[in-house]
């Protein structure tokens, strides 16, 4: 399709600056001392509620007119005391926003962070029950969704504040945990996202057998007398193969089918006399054994501890977190064969991954009514080559999921911002995971032995050393755009000394627990954090200065504005599947919580800065995508990707407005032409635009129409001149590209290695940038077969 543009600028638009988040009008991030309200050493939480109210209405006064929950209290180790309100509406909550007060070990506030909704509707009244809201969110995700578990809800979406019913169910020892948003006055699904994010005396590996492969002898916390390994913090289980089945609803099934599972046991006893556990490691591959219990046992205790230094009273639930070893699956259940799945005398298949679900209400296909676990858990698989339960690592890794979750509790959905959307908050939920994990074994490399899962010549499952930046490095999944925010702060880590490392540390858990809201763009959680290092009585303005830095060599600060620069090269993403291709994500109208929008599309990741040579006349973008299953078709694709180009002649890139969701008006859509699909099994597509005279500059973007996610990749541009000389991109075509990333701006420190190389390059085999545990399977299925509708 041809399409005439224009050359109007359009309308600039303009966003908070200073301190402040840059994503609304209602956001605040005020650093400075404001003593109109102190609160004394030994203040009662009622005093410290009515202080923190105080202090907000004065920095901020919109928030007078607003309406606030009781509040929570975190006493960190320095004296700081940070209050958190979460904003309430009409007796409900809004989901992921509130206003927190920082005050220093002096009573006096320093820092007021805030992000609230003010458009919120008047009529709090449902139109659409709940049992017809169940059945839409069943039908979205693919698992069953209990009418009551639901939560009615404010929920600040893309296009307005909705009010909506609110469900989660995770299932059955999957990475695949589901939060369906509902419109409680229209019926339509507003968003859908996945949730899980994806570790006496005792001898146990330091870290893991690749790192520290020498035992080494610990004492456990455990309570005096216990034989197993419970305490009131932490429970380690076994999954155990009874041969037991259980009635079941599986998704995608009307009816409850019998599927064989695994009981959950304590293996693990000490010994009745010394009260020592004797046990070793075992074969790699070795299911059942309780050396992995006992691991996982020790270092999730050791990671609890790590972050009760910096406030002796938190925790991440009220009851024992749940840390389950050498998880296996029903055969056949990944590929929906239900009868072998419930044959009981078919053993488990390996689980090739770890991860942290949060608390789950019950019922359906659920962590309590497969398990009985009430509560939040960590899931460890006994993988085909190692046991993922053995590297302290991920136990670390997956434990700091736990300790976000009770803090900031970043969104599963995308972030908005004026460049269109980001994996930023789930990003940074792996990243701040991969910093604590790094951080806590003074390591940089993340899973040195889990990686040889599945990959028998990696060096680790991410690294902190790597030179990732937005925006070359930002490929739209969470756990490749993780590692440029925590190699930021580990840029600054290690120039540290280890008192000031740990009082850095304690910093960042100040900002988590300081955040607003779990819906944050990188600059905005740099920020936070920057500000927190600046008030931290043993750090202060230099080493905020520090950070800073930092913050900024790698692309987050002033903002990570995800624009990349055509030169000239076929342009593939940074996130690699699998033969070669790297791509970019394509995410779905409801990951991006946008649902069915005035626009009528989800925005992209990245946008294209084409230089546009004299003479001109037409240019023609080409690319190649595809429709994705992140989840090996749980809560699958609704439809096909549908990918359509947005071009914008002007000095200025693709912006956008939220609450109604718009852009300016010079921006047009183009829907592509189809060339067919490839052996690789994409689709070419092709999109031409005529260009008037005097154009300079084009901003082009990918944009996804459907309601299904999917990946594109290979970008080139060719130029029509009337002159008739060649183009500024000759004449790529959609074929194979060259390098991932080639077209990508340059951003980010060169990091040396201990090798001859230089460098860490993404994708090499020092640190296989973008894969990890919770998205190895996602990224894989890739190239699985293609579903349709």
Not at 444 to 473: N, Q, W
Not at 696 to 717: C, H, P, Q, R, S
Request: with cysteine; charged share 15%; glycine share 10%.
């Amino acid at each position: 399709m041809r399409l005439l543009l224009g050359l109007s600028a359009g309308t600039l638009l303009s966003f908070l600056g200073g301190s402040a988040f840059a994503a609304s009008p209602t956001a605040v991030l005020d650093v400075g001392s404001f003593s109109s309200a102190m609160i004394a050493p030994g203040a009662d939480a009622k005093a410290i509620d009515t202080a923190a109210r105080v202090v907000l209405a004065q920095r901020a006064p919109s928030t007078n007119a607003l309406s606030f929950g009781p509040s929570h209290t975190a006493s960190l180790r320095d004296g700081r005391r940070i209050v958190k309100l979460p904003q309430m509406h009409a007796g409900l909550p809004v989901m992921n926003r509130s206003a927190t007060v920082t005050f220093g070990p002096d009573g006096v506030a320093n820092i007021v962070a805030a992000k609230l909704a003010e458009g919120l509707p008047s009529d709090v009244t449902p139109s659409v029950d709940v049992v017809t809201a169940a059945a839409a969110a069943t039908q979205r995700a693919g698992v069953v969704a209990d009418p009551k578990s639901a939560q009615l809800v404010i929920w600040p979406s893309g296009d307005g504040d909705r009010l909506a019913w609110h469900f989660y169910t995770p299932s059955f020892g999957l990475p695949y945990a589901p939060v369906t948003v509902v419109d409680a006055k229209t019926g339509g699904v507003i968003a859908h996202y996945n949730a899980a994010v994806s570790l006496h005396q005792a001898e146990v590996f330091p870290s893991n057998p690749v790192k520290s492969p020498q035992l080494t002898s610990v004492k456990l916390p455990l309570p005096d007398g216990a034989t197993m390994l419970t305490d009131e913090l932490v429970t380690a289980k076994n999954c155990i193969d009874t041969k037991m089945t259980k009635q079941l609803m599986i998704p995608g099934v009307p009816i409850p089918l019998n599927i064989h599972v695994c009981e959950l046991q304590q293996k693990a006893i000490a010994d009745a006399v010394t009260l020592d556990f004797g046990d070793k490691p075992a074969a790699d591959t070795a299911p059942e054994d309780a050396f992995a219990e006992l691991h996982i046992y020790h270092h999730t205790r050791a990671a609890y501890d790590y972050f009760r230094a910096f406030d002796p009273s938190f925790k991440v639930q009220d009851g024992p977190i749940d840390a389950v070893a050498n998880l296996m699956l029903p055969a056949g259940i990944m590929e929906g064969d239900i009868a072998k799945a419930g044959d009981p005398n078919v053993p488990f298949e390996p689980f090739q991954n770890a991860f942290f679900a949060p608390a789950s209400p019950g019922g359906g296909f659920s962590l309590q009514s497969i398990f009985g676990i009430t509560g939040a858990a960590m899931m460890f698989g006994q993988g085909p080559n190692k046991d993922y339960a053995y590297d302290a690592d991920v136990i670390y890794h997956e434990f700091t999921h736990a300790a976000v979750n009770a803090t900031v509790a970043f969104v599963g959905t995308a972030h908005r911002d004026k460049y269109g959307i980001s994996m930023s908050p789930g990003a940074m939920n792996e990243g701040i995971s991969d910093y604590f994990a790094a951080a806590i074994t003074g390591d940089p490399d993340v899973g040195e032995y889990a990686v040889l899962d599945y990959d028998p010549s990696g060096k680790a499952i991410r690294s902190l050393a790597g030179p990732d930046a937005c925006p070359s490095h930002i490929g739209g999944q969470v756990h490749n755009d993780a590692p440029l925010f925590s190699a930021g702060l580990w840029d600054l880590r290690i120039t540290l000394p280890p008192a000031s490392q740990s009082d850095l540390d304690l910093a960042v858990y100040a900002a988590m627990v300081a955040a607003p809201s779990g819906d944050l763009g990188y600059e905005d959680f740099a920020k936070l954090i920057v500000a927190e290092v600046q008030k931290a009585p043993a750090l202060g303005s230099a080493i905020a200065t520090q950070l800073e830095a930092a913050f900024t060599a790698r692309g987050i600060l002033p903002e990570c504005a995800r624009i990349l620069d055509y030169k000239g090269e076929v342009m593939q993403g940074p996130l690699p599947v699998g033969a070669g291709v790297s791509v970019w994500w394509g995410l779905s109208k409801s990951a991006a919580s946008l649902g069915n929008n005035s626009l009528g599309y989800a925005p992209g990741i990245i946008q294209v800065r084409v230089p546009i040579p004299d003479n001109t006349e037409s240019v023609t973008v080409d690319f190649r995508g595809r429709t994705v299953s992140s989840q090996g078709g749980l809560g699958g694709p609704m439809g096909d990707f549908t990918p359509s180009v947005l071009v914008r002649v002007s000095e200025e890139p693709i912006t956008f407005t939220y609450s109604p969701f718009a852009t300016t008006p010079d921006v047009v859509k183009i829907d592509p032409e189809s060339g067919g699909e490839d052996n690789q099994g994409f689709t070419m597509y092709s999109a031409k635009a005529d260009i008037m005279p005097g154009a300079k500059v084009a901003y082009v973007m990918i944009v996804n129409t459907a309601d299904a996610e999917g990946a594109f990749t290979d970008l080139a541009f060719t130029m029509t001149q009337s002159a008739g000389v060649g183009g500024a991109g000759g004449q790529a075509g959609a074929g194979v590209g060259g390098g991932g990333g080639s077209g990508a701006n340059p951003i980010g420190p060169v990091i040396s290695d201990d090798s001859s190389c230089g460098c860490v390059v993404p994708g090499s085999s020092n640190a296989p940038i973008g894969f990890s545990l919770a998205s190895l399977a996602a990224l894989g299925l890739l190239f699985g077969r293609r579903r349709r509708s």
